[in-house]
């Protein structure tokens, strides 16, 4: 029996913060260390990030922090497959292969098209599609060609992106149906409500809300940070619930399940925010200073962290090239003689 594939990427247009440590770097390199028998994919997804942004400097930097804090984190390239998607041109190849079975009734319903096509509505603009890319339109199609490329079984993703996962396999249906059975149909792996971490003014933590606390800031800016994590008003003493805040939900995040239920008495006997805040710090830097050490390393050298990636496109290319190969004959395209 095959391997499992699990399969998993980060669009590169931001710094990486608490909220994607909790909710998808830390289980990702967790789930490597538990599943010896799995093959794992972890790659950055810098063609996804051109959709969003088309800031050149903020491209690149994304891409350099993104790959630094994987490893930085622990991740161990030798173990998995980590890589650009933009170092694996059959990516884009196989994109158009997939383009041209995909029902663009499909993509008209994608949420993301869907939510542009309502705020030009909302805000009276003559033309619904203003500001829709072709890249926009067709992000699921790229994302889907991500995960067929590899025959991924597993993709670890936020609730945001279960759609994507339906339009994947529906396309790899649609595929197999015409041209006989090259993918195996990918299946989302949802991470659970704790893992979505609230960010500063207590929505979820985002770069598009601006509300994030990044993972490797100096102990200073961290602590200053934290400090400014918004709470409720009750007093010192009164007691408090655990669940709904904010800090208790990051401290969480980051400590055994000991030292959580050891908080969890505190917030009955009344802590007060700032002592709270105070322990919230001390837990973040206590698990977060050794990364940073090793992030700041990395960062400090990018040739090295771009030996790295160019390997690790090499693992998956060794993958992705044959397996295309199959694929562009069974549509047609293959020698004349
Ligand atoms: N769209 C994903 C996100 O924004 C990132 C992504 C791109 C991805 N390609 C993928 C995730 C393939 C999983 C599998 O979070």
Redesign the pocket.
Known sequence: MSKTRI?????TTGTPHLGNFAGAIGPAIEATRRNPEAEFFFFL?DY?ALIKCQEPERVQRSRLEVAATWLALGLDPERVCFYRQSDIPEIPELTWLLTCVTAKGLMNRAHAYKAAVQENLDSGDADPDRGVTMGLFSYPIL?AA??LMFNARK?P??KD?TQ?LEMARDIAQRFNHIYGEHFVLPEAVVEDDAAVLAGLDGRKMSKSYNNTIPLFVSAKELRKLVMRIVTNSQLPGEPKDPDGSTLFQIYQAFASADETAAIRVRYAEGIAWGEMKQVLFEKLDSVLAGPREHYAALISDPAALERILLAGADKARAIASPFLAGLRAATGLRKLG
């Open positions: 399969l998993t990427g980060i669009t997804a996804h994302m991500d995960i993709v993703v936020g992106q994507h």
